[in-house]
Protein backbone atom coordinates (compact mmCIF):
# COMPACT_ATOMS: atom_id res chain seq x y z
CA UNK A 1 0.00 0.00 0.00
CA UNK A 2 1.50 3.06 -1.12
CA UNK A 3 0.27 6.29 1.15
CA UNK A 4 1.65 9.14 -1.33
CA UNK A 5 -1.27 10.39 -3.61
CA UNK A 6 -3.27 10.92 -0.01
CA UNK A 7 -0.12 12.97 1.16
CA UNK A 8 -0.36 14.72 -1.67
CA UNK A 9 -4.27 15.38 -1.08
CA UNK A 10 -3.05 16.81 3.11
CA UNK A 11 -0.62 18.74 1.10
CA UNK A 12 -2.77 20.44 -1.52
CA UNK A 13 -5.37 20.64 1.29
CA UNK A 14 -3.32 22.10 3.46
CA UNK A 15 -1.55 25.07 1.84
CA UNK A 16 -4.81 25.50 0.22
CA UNK A 17 -6.28 26.54 3.53
CA UNK A 18 -3.64 27.76 4.55
CA UNK A 19 -3.61 30.81 1.91
CA UNK A 20 -7.26 31.78 2.55
CA UNK A 21 -6.61 31.98 6.13
CA UNK A 22 -3.56 34.63 5.71
CA UNK A 23 -4.64 36.40 2.14
CA UNK A 24 -4.74 39.79 1.75
CA UNK A 25 -6.43 40.15 -1.45
CA UNK A 26 -10.24 38.45 -2.41
CA UNK A 27 -9.14 37.25 -5.75
CA UNK A 28 -5.57 35.37 -4.17
CA UNK A 29 -8.21 33.54 -1.62
CA UNK A 30 -10.53 32.51 -4.18
CA UNK A 31 -7.44 31.25 -6.31
CA UNK A 32 -6.50 29.65 -2.58
CA UNK A 33 -10.47 28.17 -2.62
CA UNK A 34 -9.47 26.81 -5.93
CA UNK A 35 -6.48 24.76 -4.71
CA UNK A 36 -8.27 23.69 -1.47
CA UNK A 37 -10.21 21.88 -4.11
CA UNK A 38 -8.32 20.39 -6.41
CA UNK A 39 -7.10 18.20 -3.43
CA UNK A 40 -10.57 16.69 -3.44
CA UNK A 41 -9.80 15.66 -7.57
CA UNK A 42 -6.50 13.99 -6.36
CA UNK A 43 -8.72 12.39 -3.50
CA UNK A 44 -11.48 11.40 -5.49
CA UNK A 45 -9.12 9.83 -8.49
CA UNK A 46 -6.86 8.01 -5.79
CA UNK A 47 -9.60 6.71 -3.85
CA UNK A 48 -10.94 5.08 -7.08
CA UNK A 49 -7.27 3.86 -8.77
CA UNK A 50 -6.94 -0.03 -9.34
CA UNK A 51 -3.30 -0.42 -10.12
CA UNK A 52 -2.41 -1.71 -13.60
CA UNK A 53 -5.93 -1.21 -15.32
CA UNK A 54 -6.85 1.48 -18.17
CA UNK A 55 -8.57 4.22 -18.05
CA UNK A 56 -12.74 3.07 -17.99
CA UNK A 57 -13.36 3.90 -21.57
CA UNK A 58 -13.23 0.60 -24.30
CA UNK A 59 -13.08 2.64 -27.15
CA UNK A 60 -9.84 0.89 -28.45
CA UNK A 61 -8.85 -2.00 -25.84
CA UNK A 62 -11.50 -4.90 -25.69
CA UNK A 63 -14.06 -4.88 -23.58
CA UNK A 64 -13.78 -5.85 -19.52
CA UNK A 65 -10.11 -4.95 -19.50
CA UNK A 66 -9.44 -4.05 -16.14
CA UNK A 67 -10.16 -0.43 -15.44
CA UNK A 68 -10.24 2.29 -12.83
CA UNK A 69 -13.12 3.33 -11.03
CA UNK A 70 -15.38 5.20 -13.72
CA UNK A 71 -18.02 6.52 -10.76
CA UNK A 72 -15.41 8.54 -8.92
CA UNK A 73 -14.13 9.80 -12.12
CA UNK A 74 -17.47 11.43 -12.73
CA UNK A 75 -17.17 12.88 -9.45
CA UNK A 76 -14.25 14.56 -10.00
CA UNK A 77 -16.35 16.06 -13.59
CA UNK A 78 -18.92 17.30 -11.39
CA UNK A 79 -16.60 18.70 -9.07
CA UNK A 80 -14.61 20.77 -11.80
CA UNK A 81 -18.03 22.21 -12.67
CA UNK A 82 -19.04 22.90 -9.64
CA UNK A 83 -15.79 24.74 -8.97
CA UNK A 84 -15.77 26.50 -12.08
CA UNK A 85 -19.77 27.79 -11.39
CA UNK A 86 -18.31 28.80 -7.53
CA UNK A 87 -14.90 30.40 -8.81
CA UNK A 88 -17.10 33.03 -11.38
CA UNK A 89 -19.90 33.26 -9.05
CA UNK A 90 -16.62 34.58 -5.82
CA UNK A 91 -15.29 36.76 -8.72
CA UNK A 92 -18.24 38.59 -9.05
CA UNK A 93 -18.87 38.93 -5.54
CA UNK A 94 -14.81 40.30 -5.59
CA UNK A 95 -15.85 43.04 -8.06
CA UNK A 96 -18.91 44.15 -5.95
CA UNK A 97 -16.65 44.43 -2.61
CA UNK A 98 -14.29 46.37 -4.41
CA UNK A 99 -16.83 48.55 -5.94
CA UNK A 100 -18.71 48.65 -2.40
CA UNK A 101 -15.89 49.62 -0.21
CA UNK A 102 -12.95 50.29 -2.28
CA UNK A 103 -10.45 47.47 -0.93
CA UNK A 104 -10.30 44.02 -1.69
CA UNK A 105 -8.52 42.85 1.15
CA UNK A 106 -10.32 40.57 3.30
CA UNK A 107 -8.67 42.23 6.63
CA UNK A 108 -10.14 45.06 6.00
CA UNK A 109 -13.71 44.22 5.06
CA UNK A 110 -14.37 42.88 8.58
CA UNK A 111 -18.18 44.38 8.81
CA UNK A 112 -21.38 43.47 7.15
CA UNK A 113 -22.69 47.02 5.87
CA UNK A 114 -26.37 47.36 3.83
CA UNK B 1 -8.72 39.28 14.84
CA UNK B 2 -4.97 40.12 14.07
CA UNK B 3 -3.44 38.43 11.30
CA UNK B 4 -0.90 36.35 14.28
CA UNK B 5 -4.22 34.91 16.12
CA UNK B 6 -6.25 33.93 12.89
CA UNK B 7 -2.86 32.05 12.27
CA UNK B 8 -2.65 30.46 15.67
CA UNK B 9 -6.72 29.50 15.45
CA UNK B 10 -6.10 27.82 12.08
CA UNK B 11 -3.17 25.79 13.39
CA UNK B 12 -5.35 24.06 16.22
CA UNK B 13 -7.97 23.92 13.76
CA UNK B 14 -5.50 22.06 11.21
CA UNK B 15 -4.05 20.12 13.52
CA UNK B 16 -7.55 18.69 14.51
CA UNK B 17 -8.32 17.98 10.82
CA UNK B 18 -5.21 16.40 9.89
CA UNK B 19 -5.81 13.75 13.17
CA UNK B 20 -9.13 12.79 11.57
CA UNK B 21 -7.93 13.07 7.88
CA UNK B 22 -4.89 10.77 9.51
CA UNK B 23 -7.58 8.49 11.48
CA UNK B 24 -9.91 8.47 8.19
CA UNK B 25 -6.70 7.08 6.41
CA UNK B 26 -6.35 4.16 8.27
CA UNK B 27 -9.63 3.30 7.27
CA UNK B 28 -8.97 3.73 3.48
CA UNK B 29 -8.69 0.05 0.89
CA UNK B 30 -5.28 1.79 0.20
CA UNK B 31 -4.20 3.20 -3.24
CA UNK B 32 -4.28 0.87 -5.97
CA UNK B 33 -6.58 -1.55 -4.42
CA UNK B 34 -10.21 0.15 -4.94
CA UNK B 35 -12.61 -2.63 -3.38
CA UNK B 36 -15.94 -1.49 -5.06
CA UNK B 37 -18.46 -2.79 -6.17
CA UNK B 38 -20.24 0.18 -7.32
CA UNK B 39 -17.39 1.07 -9.63
CA UNK B 40 -16.72 -3.12 -11.07
CA UNK B 41 -20.44 -3.71 -11.20
CA UNK B 42 -20.58 -0.59 -13.75
CA UNK B 43 -17.67 -1.45 -15.77
CA UNK B 44 -18.50 -5.03 -15.92
CA UNK B 45 -22.54 -4.09 -17.04
CA UNK B 46 -21.80 -0.51 -18.91
CA UNK B 47 -20.76 -1.14 -22.20
CA UNK B 48 -23.12 -3.90 -23.46
CA UNK B 49 -25.81 -1.85 -21.84
CA UNK B 50 -26.06 1.69 -22.95
CA UNK B 51 -23.23 1.13 -25.87
CA UNK B 52 -21.08 3.59 -24.70
CA UNK B 53 -17.53 2.99 -24.98
CA UNK B 54 -17.00 5.89 -22.84
CA UNK B 55 -18.15 4.70 -19.62
CA UNK B 56 -17.81 7.70 -17.53
CA UNK B 57 -20.49 9.33 -19.67
CA UNK B 58 -22.29 6.74 -19.43
CA UNK B 59 -22.05 7.54 -15.52
CA UNK B 60 -22.68 11.12 -15.98
CA UNK B 61 -26.04 10.93 -18.67
CA UNK B 62 -27.03 7.60 -17.74
CA UNK B 63 -26.53 5.52 -14.09
CA UNK B 64 -25.82 9.36 -12.42
CA UNK B 65 -28.03 11.36 -14.93
CA UNK B 66 -30.61 12.69 -12.32
CA UNK B 67 -27.61 14.25 -10.71
CA UNK B 68 -26.05 15.61 -13.73
CA UNK B 69 -29.26 17.51 -14.64
CA UNK B 70 -28.75 19.30 -10.88
CA UNK B 71 -24.66 19.76 -12.12
CA UNK B 72 -26.23 21.64 -14.85
CA UNK B 73 -28.14 23.38 -13.56
CA UNK B 74 -25.69 24.68 -10.38
CA UNK B 75 -24.13 26.16 -13.44
CA UNK B 76 -26.90 27.76 -14.65
CA UNK B 77 -27.82 28.85 -11.49
CA UNK B 78 -24.11 30.46 -11.24
CA UNK B 79 -24.68 32.33 -14.61
CA UNK B 80 -27.94 33.82 -13.74
CA UNK B 81 -26.37 34.80 -10.35
CA UNK B 82 -23.56 36.06 -11.84
CA UNK B 83 -25.98 38.61 -14.00
CA UNK B 84 -27.77 39.68 -10.85
CA UNK B 85 -25.33 40.68 -9.11
CA UNK B 86 -22.86 42.48 -11.39
CA UNK B 87 -25.98 44.06 -12.81
CA UNK B 88 -27.65 45.55 -9.32
CA UNK B 89 -23.90 47.93 -9.49
CA UNK B 90 -24.87 49.26 -12.81
CA UNK B 91 -27.09 51.16 -11.27
CA UNK B 92 -25.07 52.57 -9.30
CA UNK B 93 -22.32 54.14 -11.36
CA UNK B 94 -21.66 57.14 -9.55
CA UNK B 95 -20.63 55.17 -6.81
CA UNK B 96 -18.72 52.90 -8.22
CA UNK B 97 -14.74 52.59 -8.39
CA UNK B 98 -12.42 54.73 -10.65
CA UNK B 99 -9.71 52.72 -12.22
CA UNK B 100 -6.41 53.48 -9.50
CA UNK B 101 -4.18 53.24 -12.68
CA UNK B 102 -5.64 55.52 -15.31
CA UNK B 103 -2.33 57.36 -16.33
CA UNK B 104 -0.99 53.84 -16.78
CA UNK B 105 -0.36 53.44 -20.46
CA UNK B 106 -1.63 49.96 -21.91
CA UNK B 107 0.15 48.82 -25.15
CA UNK B 108 -2.05 48.10 -27.97
CA UNK B 109 -2.36 44.44 -28.63
CA UNK B 110 -0.11 42.95 -30.72
CA UNK B 111 -0.29 41.51 -34.71
CA UNK B 112 0.66 38.34 -33.54
CA UNK B 113 -1.95 37.84 -30.95
CA UNK B 114 -4.16 39.20 -32.92
CA UNK B 115 -3.60 36.81 -35.96
CA UNK B 116 -2.80 33.93 -33.24
CA UNK B 117 -6.37 34.13 -31.46
CA UNK B 118 -8.18 34.89 -34.81
CA UNK B 119 -6.66 31.50 -36.78
CA UNK B 120 -7.32 29.70 -33.48
CA UNK B 121 -10.55 30.42 -33.18
CA UNK B 122 -12.02 28.81 -36.15
CA UNK B 123 -10.24 24.92 -34.95
CA UNK B 124 -11.42 25.27 -31.47
CA UNK B 125 -14.87 25.65 -32.23
CA UNK B 126 -14.40 22.44 -34.30
CA UNK B 127 -12.62 20.54 -31.58
CA UNK B 128 -14.98 21.73 -28.85
CA UNK B 129 -17.92 20.31 -31.14
CA UNK B 130 -15.90 16.85 -31.10
CA UNK B 131 -15.72 16.48 -27.77
CA UNK B 132 -19.40 17.58 -26.69
CA UNK B 133 -20.19 15.13 -29.62
CA UNK B 134 -18.42 12.09 -28.80
CA UNK B 135 -19.42 11.91 -25.22
CA UNK B 136 -20.35 7.83 -26.10
CA UNK B 137 -16.85 7.22 -27.11
CA UNK B 138 -13.88 8.93 -25.72
CA UNK B 139 -12.81 10.72 -23.17
CA UNK B 140 -15.07 13.91 -23.63
CA UNK B 141 -18.53 14.99 -23.50
CA UNK B 142 -20.73 18.21 -22.93
CA UNK B 143 -19.07 19.77 -20.05
CA UNK B 144 -15.59 19.65 -21.55
CA UNK B 145 -16.86 20.69 -25.13
CA UNK B 146 -18.83 23.85 -24.05
CA UNK B 147 -15.69 24.86 -22.11
CA UNK B 148 -13.96 24.77 -25.26
CA UNK B 149 -16.36 26.19 -27.78
CA UNK B 150 -16.97 29.26 -24.91
CA UNK B 151 -12.76 29.87 -24.83
CA UNK B 152 -13.22 30.21 -28.93
CA UNK B 153 -15.35 33.51 -28.23
CA UNK B 154 -12.14 34.86 -25.84
CA UNK B 155 -9.81 34.13 -28.61
CA UNK B 156 -12.01 36.96 -30.63
CA UNK B 157 -12.32 39.12 -28.11
CA UNK B 158 -8.30 38.70 -27.59
CA UNK B 159 -8.20 39.28 -31.19
CA UNK B 160 -10.38 42.62 -31.74
CA UNK B 161 -12.51 44.62 -29.28
CA UNK B 162 -14.59 43.97 -26.12
CA UNK B 163 -17.53 45.08 -29.53
CA UNK B 164 -16.42 42.42 -31.26
CA UNK B 165 -16.94 39.86 -28.39
CA UNK B 166 -20.99 41.14 -28.01
CA UNK B 167 -21.60 41.39 -31.78
CA UNK B 168 -20.38 37.49 -32.40
CA UNK B 169 -22.14 36.78 -28.85
CA UNK B 170 -25.16 38.68 -28.40
CA UNK B 171 -26.97 38.02 -25.13
CA UNK B 172 -30.18 37.75 -26.18
CA UNK B 173 -28.67 34.85 -28.35
CA UNK B 174 -26.81 33.16 -25.64
CA UNK B 175 -29.80 33.38 -23.18
CA UNK B 176 -31.95 31.48 -25.65
CA UNK B 177 -28.70 28.61 -26.20
CA UNK B 178 -28.22 28.20 -22.72
CA UNK B 179 -32.21 27.91 -22.04
CA UNK B 180 -32.15 25.56 -24.93
CA UNK B 181 -29.55 23.41 -23.49
CA UNK B 182 -30.39 23.26 -19.89
CA UNK B 183 -34.52 22.62 -20.86
CA UNK B 184 -33.07 20.18 -23.62
CA UNK B 185 -31.50 17.83 -20.87
CA UNK B 186 -34.82 18.15 -18.65
CA UNK B 187 -36.97 17.72 -21.72
CA UNK B 188 -34.92 14.07 -22.65
CA UNK B 189 -35.71 12.96 -19.49
CA UNK B 190 -39.77 14.01 -19.21
CA UNK B 191 -40.29 12.30 -22.83
CA UNK B 192 -38.98 8.84 -21.33
CA UNK B 193 -41.65 9.57 -18.39
CA UNK B 194 -44.45 10.40 -21.70
CA UNK B 195 -43.66 6.85 -23.01
CA UNK B 196 -43.93 5.06 -19.61
CA UNK B 197 -40.19 4.95 -18.56
CA UNK B 198 -38.71 6.33 -15.50
CA UNK B 199 -37.41 9.76 -15.65
CA UNK B 200 -34.01 10.11 -18.19
CA UNK B 201 -34.19 5.89 -19.11
CA UNK B 202 -32.33 5.47 -22.39
CA UNK B 203 -35.11 5.32 -25.01
CA UNK B 204 -33.37 5.87 -28.05
CA UNK B 205 -32.21 3.28 -30.34
CA UNK B 206 -28.71 2.05 -28.89
CA UNK B 207 -27.09 1.79 -32.19
CA UNK B 208 -25.11 -0.53 -34.14
CA UNK B 209 -21.79 -0.88 -32.15
CA UNK B 210 -20.47 0.32 -29.36
CA UNK B 211 -18.53 3.84 -29.46
CA UNK B 212 -20.28 4.70 -32.91
CA UNK B 213 -21.58 8.28 -32.78
CA UNK B 214 -24.59 7.35 -33.65
CA UNK B 215 -24.67 4.88 -30.36
CA UNK B 216 -25.78 5.24 -27.06
CA UNK B 217 -28.97 6.82 -27.41
CA UNK B 218 -29.63 9.76 -25.24
CA UNK B 219 -26.58 9.83 -23.80
CA UNK B 220 -25.39 11.46 -26.83
CA UNK B 221 -27.87 14.05 -27.18
CA UNK B 222 -27.79 14.84 -23.57
CA UNK B 223 -24.35 15.45 -23.62
CA UNK B 224 -24.63 17.57 -26.88
CA UNK B 225 -27.72 19.71 -24.97
CA UNK B 226 -25.38 19.98 -22.10
CA UNK B 227 -22.53 21.28 -24.60
CA UNK B 228 -24.97 23.86 -25.40
CA UNK B 229 -25.41 25.41 -21.98
CA UNK B 230 -21.93 25.01 -21.42
CA UNK B 231 -21.21 26.68 -24.01
CA UNK B 232 -23.52 29.59 -23.41
CA UNK B 233 -23.26 29.85 -19.95
CA UNK B 234 -19.66 30.09 -19.89
CA UNK B 235 -19.70 33.01 -22.77
CA UNK B 236 -22.35 34.66 -20.38
CA UNK B 237 -20.21 34.72 -17.41
CA UNK B 238 -17.23 35.87 -19.44
CA UNK B 239 -19.20 38.79 -21.19
CA UNK B 240 -20.21 39.83 -17.63
CA UNK B 241 -16.99 40.02 -16.04
CA UNK B 242 -15.54 41.70 -19.33
CA UNK B 243 -18.48 44.24 -19.45
CA UNK B 244 -17.04 45.28 -15.64
CA UNK B 245 -13.69 46.22 -17.34
CA UNK B 246 -15.34 48.20 -19.56
CA UNK B 247 -17.52 50.03 -17.42
CA UNK B 248 -13.98 51.09 -15.29
CA UNK B 249 -12.46 52.57 -18.36
CA UNK B 250 -16.07 53.85 -19.93
CA UNK B 251 -16.20 55.98 -16.35
CA UNK B 252 -12.16 57.81 -16.95
CA UNK B 253 -13.60 59.13 -20.64
Given at each position: ??????????????V?????????????????????????????????????????????????????????Q????????????????????????????????????????? | ?T????????L??????????????????G???Y????????????????????????????????D??????????????????????????????V????????????????????????P???????L?????????????????????F?????????L????V???????V?????????????L???????????????L???????????????????????????????????????L???????
Amino acid sequence: MSVFPFVVVAWILGVGLYGIVTSRHLVHQIVCLIVVQSSTYVLLLGAGYVSGAVAPYFFDVPNHTPAVDPVVQALALTDVVVEAAVTALLLSFAIQAHKRFGTVDPHELVSLKG
Amino acid sequence: MTPATRRWVFLVAGAGLAAFYLWGLTGLPGFGSYPGPYGPTILRLAVAQTHATGVVSAVNFEYRGFDTVGEEFILFAAAAGISVVLRHLRGERDRSAVDEAADRDVPATSGAVRMVALLLAGPVIVAGWWLASHAQANPSGGFQGGVVIATAFVLLYLAGEFLVFKRVSPVALVEVVEAVGAAGFVATGLTAVLLGMPYLKNFLPLGQYPGAVSSSGTIALISFFVGLEVAAAFILIVGELLEQTLLVRREDT
